[in-house]
């Protein structure tokens, strides 16, 4: 399996349960604060892994690459970080709908 058909098949998975967990939740993730996330997220992933494969200490087989990089880093480790900035706030957004559901008025 090639990384770019991995990271399809990670944010094709994190689309559909985001989209399932957003019915779930009576409310919606602050957008500002989810693209702020993503954004550290990224920008702290490209840092760290330049560092780590600058230092050798692991390496991508080139044929399973899609072949795009920023610096060192092949873009396909950036589905990651996206992958979790996208699906955390929706679950954390669909608990708390659902903890304010449990609780109720009268609890």
Do not use: K, Q
Request: glycine residues 6%; hydrophobic residues 55%.
């Amino acid at each position: 399996m090639t990384y770019p058909l991995l990271s399809v098949i990670l944010l094709a998975a994190v689309v559909v349960l985001t989209a399932a967990l957003r019915l779930a939740a009576a409310r919606r993730p602050a957008t500002v604060p989810v693209l702020l996330t993503i954004t550290v997220l990224l920008a702290l992933t490209l840092v760290f892994d330049a560092v780590m494969i600058t230092a050798g200490f692991f390496s991508y087989e080139p044929s399973r690459l899609l072949g795009v990089h920023i610096g060192p880093v092949p873009v396909e480790d950036l589905s990651y970080p996206l992958a979790a900035g996208v699906l955390l706030p929706a679950v954390w957004a669909a608990l708390r709908s659902r903890r304010d559901t449990d609780e109720g008025p009268g609890r």
